[in-house]
Structures are given as structure tokens and as C-alpha cells.
């Protein structure tokens, strides 16, 4: 069966850097777009980053353009997600997702706590 987990979150200082991995598992990884979101105190999911499945082609939410980075390892079935910079508005549960045929895939979710 499909299985993501999400793991690297953590609590880390305003500024300070975290990267958060997602391991796939039980369907053909490298044909499929993967996608980090994130749901914050009170807030509604929102989409972080998304990356296509071959070309690798990215799209971020504004508010973390140049401070994130999405990624996979198509060898490793993993996606990543570098996030620098980091702010106290960053702080929630980040979940990757993967869209297949018909329906939405989910991790368990890893919680980052940004905060001095």
C-alpha cells in the first residue's frame, strides 16, 4: 500500500534551517509529482511546494520563495524539503502529499516549532 513519512522536523531558532524528508513507498515514485504542505495553529492547509515527476520543474508559495527548497531522489524514493531562514510563521505540521490516479496520498506529518 502507499506509505509516506515524513520525518527532520524539530523545534529551531528564527533564521535557523531545517530539512525535512519524506519517504515513499509502494507505488512507482518517479512517476509521480510530489507536494509538501503545511497546516499552522488555526490556519487551514495551505501548499508549500510542488515538484513535477521527470523534469523536476518546482513551484512554491510566495511566502517561502527563496527560502525553500523542494527536491527529490528518485533512486531513494524520497522528496525533500530545505527550509531556510526560518521564521516564527513557519511554524506548523508539514505533510508531503502525492496526488495517484484518483486519489490523495498523505503522511502522518512532522511538526516544526520555530521559536527562540
Known amino acids: 500500500q502507499v506509505q509516506l513519512v515524513e520525518s527532520g522536523g524539530g523545534l529551531v531558532q528564527p533564521g535557523g534551517s531545517l530539512r525535512l524528508s519524506c519517504a515513499a513507498s509502494g507505488f512507482t515514485f518517479s512517476r509521480f509529482p510530489m507536494s509538501w504542505y503545511r497546516q499552522g495553529p488555526e490556519k487551514e492547509r495551505e501548499l508549500v511546494a510542488h515538484?513535477?515527476?521527470?523534469?523536476?520543474?518546482?513551484n512554491y508559495a510566495d511566502s517561502v520563495k527563496g527560502r525553500f527548497t523542494i527536491s527529490r531522489d528518485n533512486a531513494k524514493n524520497t522528496v525533500y524539503l530545505q527550509m531556510n531562514s526560518l521564521k516564527a510563521e513557519d511554524t506548523a505540521v508539514y505533510y508531503c502529499?502525492?496526488?495517484?490516479?484518483?486519489?490523495?496520498?498523505w503522511g502522518q506529518g512532522t511538526q516544526v516549532t520555530v521559536s527562540s
Open positions: 502529499m502525492t496526488h495517484l490516479i484518483v486519489n490523495d496520498y
Open positions: 515538484i513535477t515527476a521527470s523534469s523536476g520543474i518546482t
